[in-house]
């Protein structure tokens, strides 16, 4: 089990269990500062702060702590651009309601088999197949939704490639920062 990350760096085994569990730990803590709401509002449109206020409380803290990540990393990548910040609060958008069980069997799944996943996941199957079928296909359904709310052109973009590999993304610079930030938050 290899999962790579920016900078040639290699996250195996032991290592990516420890990541799993701090990112699950880090789930409960879903509440968003006061001032982190007026970020958001700040950002986002009218529609588009419905769809990041209809986000389950784990995936909004995950996209400000995404965003926050970013930020931090200003001084090194440049600061973020407007649709980037976007991109971030509304990237997982297309996840809708899903248990902390999906979330992890749909990890340890395309843990062991990526292809098993996949084809156990169902949009028309049971509410844990539909689960997994939203967990694979949650970019281009948040895309989507994006388009829907009146989101720039760009910031669906963003949205829509955020689950891809990042070196087939290195002619987009934003996305590849996205996808990496998106990998380490």
Excluded at 38 to 54: D, I, T, V
Excluded at 72 to 93: F, I, K, M, T, Y
Aim: charged share 25%; aromatic share 4%.
């Amino acid at each position: 089990m290899i999962a790579l990350l920016g900078s040639g760096r290699v996250r195996t085994g032991l290592g990516q269990a420890r990541y799993r569990v701090g990112q699950v730990a880090r789930g409960f803590a879903t509440g968003l500062s006061p001032a982190e709401v007026q970020l958001a509002r700040s950002l986002l449109g009218p529609a588009e702060l419905r769809l990041f206020a209809s986000m389950h409380p784990r995936d909004r803290r995950h996209s400000m702590d995404l965003l926050h990540h970013l930020e931090r990393g200003a001084a090194q990548d440049g600061e973020p651009s407007r649709e980037l910040r976007q991109a971030a609060l509304l990237h997982d958008v297309g996840k809708g309601h899903l248990e902390l069980w999906d979330r992890v069997g749909f990890v340890l799944l395309r843990a062991v088999s990526p292809a098993l996943a996949d084809t156990l996941g169902s949009e028309g199957g049971q509410p844990w197949q539909r689960a997994l079928w939203r967990l694979h296909h949650h970019a281009a359904l948040g895309a989507e939704r994006l388009v829907g709310a009146g989101s720039s052109a760009r910031v669906v973009d963003l949205v829509r490639g955020h689950t891809s590999d990042p070196h087939a993304a290195r002619e987009d610079p934003e996305l590849v920062r996205l996808i990496e930030a998106d990998r380490r938050t």
